[in-house]
Structures are given as C-alpha cells and as structure tokens.
C-alpha cells in the first residue's frame, strides 16, 4: 500500500462540525437559523445541509431548552417508570413544566430520550449532559427544589452523579493484564501481514452483533486501493439495554486504542476515530487523557514506537443523539457532517468508507480484543467458545434480577446460566440483543450466546412474570419509530403504524383483525427496509406474536370496536367552537 | 465476445443482458421489462427510498434500483406477494400525507395516483396519519405543498444533478422527515429554482406544482388518462428529454 506520509486531518476544518454545532447549542441553548447561516458560512457548506443536520440529531433543537435541561432516559431498565411511578411526570408537577416543552421562564425543560446505558444504575436521566443515577421519588422531589433555587449542578450532592459498575463475570477480556504498548510493540515485530494473520487464526468476529469476520474486513480494506485508509471505532452504544461499552471506555480505553492502533498498522491507516454517542460525552475528557498520554509515550503521531513509516492518530467526534448512527455507514456520514442515512451498500465501507476512503468500522469490544489477540495469541482466544463463535462476548445484564451489571461469558453460555448468575427468578421472557434482538420465552432458556445460536451485541434484558409485555412491546415500537431516520418509506411509515396498533391495542381498541395487521405490517417492515433497523425493527413483534400471542389477545375486544375515540376526535370543534357542554359529546 | 454472452441475469423467467455497471433497473428498463417505481428515474442517480421496486434474489429482498445487476442473478419481481406489498407500500404513502385526489390538481398526472391504480388498490387501508406540514406558496411560480410529498427525492437529485442549484434537501427523521429549502428565509421564492428547471417539474405527486396551468389540460385527457405508469415508466429519460430541448 503507497500511502503519502503527510497527516491526513487535510480533509477536516479546525473542529468538527458537529462539535461545532454541539458548542452554539450549548452556548445559547438551541441553534437559530442565524447561527446555521454562520455555520454554513464558517464549513462552506450548504445552509440546507446544515438545517438537515440540525433536524435529524435529537439533542440539537432549534427552540431554546431550558438552562437546566433533563432528559430522562425511556428504556424498560433505566427508564422513568419505576415501580409504577411516572418519575418524568412527577418532576414536571412539581416544576410546573411541560415535558417536551420549555418552561416560560426559561429555567428548566425536561424531556425524555432513547436509553443512555445506564440500565444498571436504576430509572436515570442525563441534566446537560452529566449522568444522575437511581432516581426515586425523593431523589426528584430533591432536584426540584434545587433547579427552583436555581443551585447549579456543581453544587448538587457528588453522590447522584456516581456510576458503579459491578463485573460479575470475568473471562479472557476482562482478566487479562494489558500492558499499554505490548500489543503494539508486537505487531510491530510480526510485520502488519503476520499480525493480520494472527486476528484471523483467532477467528474473532464482531461484537456489535452482525459478527462480521474481523481478519476478513481488515484484509479487504488493506487490499482496497485509496489515498489513505481509517479506522473507526464504533462507540455509538445505542441498542437500548447496553451498556458494556461504556464501562470498556471508561476501565480498558487503553487497549481499545492499541486495538485501534493495531488495526491501523495492517490495513495502513494514518487517522483513526472514535465515533463516540452523545449521550457518553462525560466519558470524552476521559478518553482525551488517554490519547494525550500515548502520544507522549510515543504510542501515538509521527514514528510510533520508532518505526519509520507508521504514523497514527485517533479523534474522537461526539454524535448527537441518533440510534440509526450505530449503522456503520450511516455512522460514517455523519462523522462527514451529515445527517446519518444509511448508505447504499454496495459498496461496502472496507472500500469506499469515509470520505469514499477505505474504511474498517468496528466495534468497542472487537477493537479491545483484537489487542489482546494480537498480545495473548490467536490460541489464547479461540480455544474459547464455540465452532463458530471464538472467545468471549461481553453481556449487558439488566431488568428484573438482582444483579444487573457486566457478565463475560465464553460463547455457548447457556441462558439458563445467566438468568441464575445475575439472580433472576420467575422470568417470563428475555429480550436478548436489545429491541432489535430475539425475544424468548421459558422454553428456549436452554439455548445459547452465540453466532449460530442467539446473537448479542450486548443487551440482555429480564422481564420477570409480573410485566406487561404489551408495554414492553409499546416502549419498543415508539422506539423505532422515534429512531427511524425517515429515508425509506415502509420504515418511516411502517414503524409509526406499528407504534399506532399496538398503541390501539393497549387502549382497548384492538379487535382480531389487529393481530392479522400486526403480522402483515411486520413482515412488510422487515423484508422491503432499507437498512438493519427496518429489518430488525419488528423482530419483538414477531417473537411475540409466536411464543407470547396473549400479550395482544388479552386486550383485544370480541365485538366491533371503533379505531378511535369518537369523543376525542371532536376535541378541536370543541375548542373552536368555545362549547363543552352535554350536546357537543358523544358520550 | 464470450462475457457478452455471460452478462444475462433473468428476471421472472425472462433472460435479459446487462452491461457491468448496471442495476438490476437499468437492465430490466433497457429490456422493456417493467419494474414498480416512484423514486427512480432514469439519468438521475438511485436512491432507494421508495422500495416498490423491492424484487427477490433467493431469500434475499433488494431493491432493483439500487442493486448491481450480475450475471446468472434469478430475480422475481411480478409475484402476488410482491405486488401485495408494493400495494402496502403504495398505501402507506398515502396515508403519511393527505393526498385528496379529487381536488388535487396533478389529478390524472400524477405517479402515486397511477401505482394505485396499476397495483389495483382500492382504498387506503391504514389509518391517516393527518400530519401538519407547511405549505410554501411564496414563488410567484410554483407552489410547494408538503402535505403531498411523498420523500421520493427527486426534486433533491433534480437540482442538484442535472439545474446545478441544489435548491432542495430532506431534513428530519421518521414521520418529521421534511422537504426543505435551501435559502436563507427557507422559502422557494428566495430560492434560484425557475419553473423550467427540473426540480420544478419532477414531482411525481402535487407537493411541487406550478401555478397557473393545473388544468390546461382537462381531466380525462392526462398522461395516466391515456397510459398506464407502466408504459410512462418504461419511456422515461431524462438524458432524452434533455436533448429533445
């Protein structure tokens, strides 16, 4: 591979547009239409590209949030329904605020958003930006009174703002010492051909659920004629229910960037990033302090570790708030700075990634184990596991059991076992992979984690008997109609008449015909969407309506029931009108 | 001259070429052999967004305008199941916006209006979603209706491919996907677009419309009056009618 020697940050203005964007919405609250005229000039972009931008990410807005903005995460594990209390709802009373909108004093807005991965921590929610943890009526009744004596969160008790992560389970990953340099220092000595070799006699394959070969994608992207190559690392954690790779960020960054750094020697990148989501920007100075220190020890920028031509350096570009970006292509644009639609593919990002550029996009945990691969050997690794699932995989535990945190199992771990590691009893149903995953019921626990079994990227949610799965079911449909980027139409559509039926459903509108449409809708979702969220996107609807049908039937009415209500229909002829009184009701 | 012979891919039975670089659209239009469309137009580049043109290869559901043709590919594209979802799909569409045909004036010119009929659907099925969207009635020449867009694109590709005025974007996500425009007020009327630009014209459905000629031509005597999508589908270019100017 003839790469030029010179730093590729060519390509790149000063910051990152989206930072950029990140800075005004911090600095002002929302960004206007002026601010976007100026950013448009500042990038030399189109004002549209800019307004697109601004739309398609959940945490840019262009009205004013409030100067203490809450968002509270909406996942079944660290959502704010706890224990039948609306915790959401509750804050806003006594806030007198309402959610979605921002208080007329300006003080406070409070909203609610896709899982933050704090779904070991309790009901949570993030207050501009920083994590608070294990809410509870008199943890809410609490923050009310400060944001009304207007204590900034500096101020507030240093307790609320801990994360502690309990490992339950430790295998290969999160046993092995790794000492920062080693790994690098050794493929160094292989030479990139034989330490490509290494990561594929390992047979490791993706950890962010679609178990892609790695050995086999980083051949293909070194093989890939281009200018330059990269290497991105895909920390854009946002299947609801995961939360490992938060905790690999925060405890092992070091080896994630030898991992990178590692990749970036075979496939001869010179730029690496990490695409990190938004909703983990506390863990960027973190992770800045890392990079900051192997570059003085020369694991990072020009002659690393003295070799003449390996030149390497990591950014991380912070996302704004969109699952779809978990997609690696849709990842990579908007590490471009544009809205994250997924790409048509072919061609694959191994050859035409950022910036048209040979690109190998992989996950936290790949990058973290390539590292160790490449440290411990390829035996070390694959004499773990199964046939076709090497090593290890790292799990997210979280919902009903009594010790949800991080559990390392070899793959083939049986369901069973978890469910009895992490204290879950009388369980009715696991979500495994998270709400684009599998959902099983009692009679599959004897299965297993593995790629040719049940896959995982790391959520494993527990529903013990007492849940309603419809609202579970509910919770996962807004979802994916909340994260659907809008490009294809049974997507777009789709997910929102899902969300809709099941809706009717829950308020006793449903009738038989509804279960024929719901199956109908989800087979149509799954085989004509444009990417892997549609495609995913009613898997639990499926699963559901095979193992679990009675959590529809049950709300079903025997006789003809109207789609909607009638009476509520005619609330705005009402308000026109200026009458509320008997003869303007149906009922 | 023998890999002309092995560029052939078959499509519901029917052996068709192909020339490396093509989509499966491209062969199955060049062959005469008609495939569902509304986001697709020849000479502007493919999107994918519509997926009525969803065929099966094996197991695997793509989208023909969007997937490399290659050669020996078993395609099926005319099945009752696959006509039963591009008739869902056609439905969905018709929902998410307020397409009121009656009092549409693109009436009879219009591509979502011609799939319904040409798919045989006979009602909406799902429930309307009756979302607001704005309407842009600032050019003094066209009028920009968002209740009647159905995120087709073309108009994007349009300005930006072949009027070089890049006068349209998409912006948001899911159901608050929106066209927007790109000028400093957001209105068309500070926009560069003229209503001979392709932009203008492109617009499969009434959400882009130029005033002041919705019936010239009178009903009964327009384009999907006189001809199924099928047979307009099979002539378009836009490369053609380029030239033709």
Redesign the interface.
Known sequence: MKNSCQHSSLHLPQEHFLHRLHALQQEFLHIS?QAM?QVATEFNL????V??V???YSFFSTQPCGRFHILFSNCTSCGYLSDEQNLMQLLSQQLHATPGQTRADGLVSIDETSCIGLCNQGASLLVNGIPLTHLSPDKIAQIAQRITAHIPTAEWPVEWFEINDTIYQRNLLLTAPLVPYDALQKAIIHGAAETLAIIQQSGLNGRGGAGFNTGQKWQLCREAPGDTHYVVCNADEGEPGTFKDRVLLRDHAEALFEGMSVCAFVIGAKKGFVYLRAEYRYLQSHLQAVLARRRTQGLLGRHILNHLDFHFDIDIVVGAG?Y?CGEESALIESLEGK?GIPR?R?PFPVTHGYLGQPTVVNNVETLIAAAHIVEHGSGWFNSVGTEKSKGTKILSVSGDCQLPGIYEYPFGVRIQRILDDCGAQNVQAVQIGGPAGKLINVTEFDRTISFEDISTGGSFLVFGQPRDLLTIHRNFAHFF??????????C??????LK?NLDKIAEGRGTTYDIEELK?LSS?IQ????CGLGHTAANHVMDSLQHFPQAFTAHLKQHFTA??DLDQALKNARQITHRDDAAAHLD | MMSVIENTLRIDGQEIPFTPGQTIMDAALAAKLYIPHLCHYPGLSPSGNCRLCIVEIGNRSVAACITPAAASQEIHSNTPELNQARKALTQMLFVEGDHICPSCEKTGNCKLQAMAYYLGLLDDHFPPFYQRREIDASHPDILLDRRRCILCDLCVRASSEVDGKNVFAIAGRGTQAHLIVNSPSGKLVDSPIAKTDLAATICPVGAILIKEQGYQIPIGQRIYDQQTIRETGLQENITKQHDEK
Do not use: D
């Open positions: 239409p005229q189109p004002l549209s590209q307004a697109a601004v739309a398609f969109a779809i809205p048509i072919p109609a909340h994260e659907s980027c809008g490009f294809c139409a049974p777009r559509v789709g997910t929102q008449l809709n109908q149509l085989h004509h969407s444009h789609q909607f």
